[in-house]
């Protein structure tokens, strides 16, 4: 989970690559950063047919994937347009957080409606 993030879901650069995702998945929105060692990183906005979460399914979801020559997305994140849905009991010691759909279960997407 990252809140940081404001999207859906971000999925790293491996299953990203592993699963084709930027070819696959139909692209909503592009943009190509070019760093100072002429580097190009393109962040992608996808969507995905279907995801669950916790036994709850989402259809349409936006998600964001990186492609290009820099490969530094190591970790896929839950982002803040998912988090906020629900309401989130986190058990450490156990491992297992438990979730319960809340009065913004039903929003609309983040980047859909910017």
């Not at 999207?7 to 930027?22: E, I």
């Not at 909503?28 to 992608?44: C, D, F, N, V």
């Not at 669950?52 to 994140?77: C, D, H, L, M, W």
């Amino acid at each position: 989970m990252q809140s940081g993030f404001s999207g859906a879901l971000l999925f790293n650069n491996h299953l990203a690559d592993t699963y084709q995702l930027a070819e696959v998945l139909p692209q909503l929105e592009e943009k190509t950063m070019l760093y100072s060692a002429g580097q190009k990183l393109r962040s992608l906005v996808c969507e995905i047919p279907a995801i669950t979460v916790g036994g709850i399914r989402f259809e349409t979801v936006p998600v964001q994937v990186f492609t290009g020559e820099i490969k530094n997305q190591a970790t896929s994140y839950m982002g803040a347009d998912l988090i906020h849905r629900f309401n989130w009991i986190i058990d450490k010691k156990a491992g297992y957080a438990y979730i319960q759909k809340n009065m913004y279960f039903e929003d609309s997407y983040y980047f859909i409606t910017k």
